[in-house]
């Protein structure tokens, strides 16, 4: 009896990390000189990220949502508010943030399907941002009406396509460039 117990906790494991192993990456940098609440849906939640920090998150293939960055917020025990992309005033997420909100959607791909990516600026900009995948093209978006995102919900042309499970980085305040920036990770 002890063995087949044993043997279920083994595949339970081993399922997990093929599970794990075909997930695609997300990491979320804020390079901005100020502090940015990233969250995202219906995977991440949400975190707050000091200038220099990233997060990284872990999308399961055949997953569709999106990241985006709130500004102004202030928290008590995980309730608060945000100026710009408040999600109903949780920290972590749950529902999408209002508007304005610039926004970093994905499509992971199952089964071995391309995987799509976009910046959509159809419920506005707050935040410049840059979004690429690692077999795709990088996203540029400094301010509103920025050419690289949608600007309208029928602007079919700026979703990108990359390999299946690919790695992603979303950056806040790309452009900017200062080394004096405390480099630190938030799992």
């Known amino acids: 009896m002890a063995s087949r117990a044993g043997s279920s906790v083994l595949f339970l494991v081993l399922a997990a990390f093929i599970a794990g192993a075909s997930a695609a990456t997300f990491n979320i940098r804020n390079n901005c000189g100020y502090t940015v609440w990233p969250a995202g849906i219906p995977v991440g939640g949400g975190v707050q990220l000091n200038p220099g920090q990233s997060w990284t998150v872990y ?5 569709s949502g999106r990241f985006w960055g709130r500004t102004g917020c202030s ?41 799509f990516y976009d910046i959509s600026l159809v419920d506005g900009f707050n935040q410049p ?4 995948c690692s077999t795709g ?16 919900p029928t602007d079919d042309t ?4 990359c390999a ?4 992603y980085q979303v950056t806040f305040c790309a452009w900017r460039n200062d080394a004096s920036m405390i480099k630190m990770s938030v799992e």
Do not use: W
């Open 59 to 63: 999308v399961p293939p055949g997953t």
């Open 75 to 115: 928290f008590n025990g995980g309730r608060g508010h945000c100026d710009s992309g408040d999600c109903a005033g949780a920290l972590s997420c749950s529902v999408s943030g209002q508007t304005p909100a610039t926004l970093a959607e994905y499509t992971i791909g199952a089964n071995g399907a391309l995987d």
């Open 129 to 132: 941002m840059d979004f690429s």
């Open 137 to 152: 093209v990088n996203l540029h978006c400094p301010a509103a009406g920025c050419p690289d995102a949608y600007l309208y």
């Open 158 to 161: 700026k979703t990108h396509a």
């Open 164 to 167: 299946s499970n690919s790695n």
